[in-house]
DNA sequence: TTTAAATATTAAGTTATTATTAACTCTGCA
DNA sequence: TGCAGAGTTAATAATAACTTAATATTTAAA
């Protein structure tokens, strides 16, 4: 299940902080980037496209409020995760912080724990799930290798099986109409019969051996952890 | 186009604190509910289905990380944004809620100013506009999954029954004729008996449990909460 | 209060939808 | 060529959803 790094980029113009920070997320598993001043962070910004970053406010060339608005204003960095950070702990500049757009506001100094433990819960929240390997309960599905493991076995699914449940499983909960599966997996103008479906359900069901697809009667079928 | 108010959930055991909280959150606009103890908590989150919910640590009957526990691993609290609040400012326990799946750790004392600019910012991060769900205090149905939630719970029901619903539901209060809802549900060449229908509404009130449906005799039904 | 109409309730009957199984076609490959 | 697996179809079984009908209860008007 191995996910392209997440990338986080810190914006800090003083080098110890940078380079503590830096270890202790790349320790964490994270992909670390960094930035001494305002505008190396949003050029920074720009070519990485991190999931988060970790902005000081107090910079040269552009503060960190700055960067922020700059950012939050391209829609390019709507969904990037900014946390704020600073030696000033005043409520006024929390406030500010976090009315410009950040998404969390930690002041200075924080132990690396608390920071990597903040992050984590960002992430938790706010990382959109990328396309690619889902992670169920007991259940995964890798697109790239049409394999899905349950419960630690590797089962091997027909190109067809897959493809209708990686479909019910990338949005859980939510009920496929039989002609949205149709048009998705088998595409719009090819002409099966309505049993044609179950069949494959079936087959999945019995393969996975975990009671996973729900019927919707009269409606569809959905997928369920 | 009026949204309904967002409801932010306090729970403190400290009168003066659940006081205090009350109205500034009140004066920001939000809906305010409040709860003394962890068992309070559960008992009004499962009512009320909050937005948001302020947890204070330290509470009677059960402690707020138990609380955010029972919460995380019901999927009726997956999305609701769960905020701690603690007298323990150490490390510890900071990482400790954090990890338990809150969103958010703030430490006493705090200025309300910061909450409230912090629950904002998690609102305008989190807050997820679902499309096409109907949230009443305690039901919520979502057509799109099929499901209807009764404080917490997930009930299902039959397609017919599940479309009768969302009809009424979808426009509490207004009076649905006998003519409009066979129409709407059933189309206008369909024909079936007067009964089907009353079978249907005893089905659903059946189903959840709580009188949501109003008969108005000679008329049709009306949905209430 | 009585009465008639409307609705509620219940259980049984009917239909529609899905599950299952097996057979058949097609394709690629040894 | 013939095998093996994927995909489809078709026939039958099973099941859940829906409707009906019979009876009971409620409601509002007389």
Redesign the pocket.
């Known amino acids: 299940m191995d996910q392209p790094a997440r990338k986080v980029l810190i914006a800090d113009d003083e080098p110890d902080i940078r380079e503590f920070l830096q270890y202790n997320l790349s320790a964490e598993g994270y992909e670390v980037f960094t930035a001494k001043d305002g505008d190396e962070t949003l050029e920074k910004a720009k070519r990485i496209q991190p999931d988060l970053i970790v902005l000081d406010v107090m910079m040269p060339k552009k503060s960190g409020v700055e960067v922020c608005q700059l950012l939050r204003s391209q829609s390019a960095f709507k969904d990037t995760i900014i946390l704020m950070l600073t030696a000033l702990n005043d409520d006024g500049s929390h406030i500010k912080g976090l009315e410009t757009g950040a998404d969390d506001y930690i002041g200075k100094p924080i132990s690396p724990k608390v920071l990597v433990s903040r992050i984590n819960a960002l992430f938790r929240r706010l990382s959109k799930p990328k396309a690619g390997v889902l992670n169920m309960d007991s259940i995964s599905i890798d697109p790239e290798q049409y394999i899905v493991t349950v419960e630690g076995k590797e089962i ?1 699914l ?4 897959f493809e209708l449940l990686y479909l019910l499983a990338h949005r859980p909960g939510r009920v496929f109409l ?1 002609n949205e599966i149709l048009n998705q997996v ?1 595409g719009n103008d ?7 479906i ?5 087959k999945i ?1 019995q393969k996975l051996g975990v009671d996973c697809i729900t ?1 919707v ?4 079928y959905k997928f369920e952890v």
């Open positions: 091997s027909a190109k067809k099986e039989r088998w090819v002409i099966v019969g309505d049993r044609t179950d069949v494959h359900i079936r069901r019927t009667k009269g409606v569809g």
